[in-house]
């Protein structure tokens, strides 16, 4: 069984900044892919970046320069810094345990006001 907990979203200015973290259980993380999805209203859950044990990224294309994905297997937690914030990226957002099956955080919401 994999626990994720999200925290950091909250309400921000376009342009501005948000740090999410996501800590996970102890004992796959360091073996585990993780990832961040989000999902705004009426849209499908969508891959935003994803970092793999040995630190490789991956990126959607509507967020490359702006996020920055990382992880600290000694804290057994992955963060996702979000800069030059758009109203477009207002949506849930969720960390993801790329295991099988899958395992998922509850979320945490990211507001971007124009």
């Known amino acids: 069984q994999v626990q994720l907990v999200e925290s950091g979203g909250g309400l921000v200015q376009a342009g501005g900044s948000l740090r999410l973290s996501c800590a996970a259980s102890?004992?796959?993380?360091?073996?585990?892919?993780m990832a961040w999805y989000r999902q705004a209203p009426g849209n499908q859950r969508e891959l935003v970046a994803r970092i793999t044990t040995g630190g490789s990224t991956n990126y959607a294309d509507s967020v490359k320069g702006r996020f920055t994905i990382s992880r600290d297997n000694a804290k057994n937690t992955v963060y996702l810094q979000m800069n030059s914030l758009k109203p477009e990226d207002t949506a849930t957002y969720y960390c993801?345990?790329?295991?099988?099956?899958?395992?998922w955080g509850k979320g945490t919401l990211v507001s971007v006001s124009s």
């Open positions: 102890a004992n796959v993380f360091s073996s585990t892919t």
């Open positions: 993801c345990a790329l295991r099988v099956p899958l395992y």
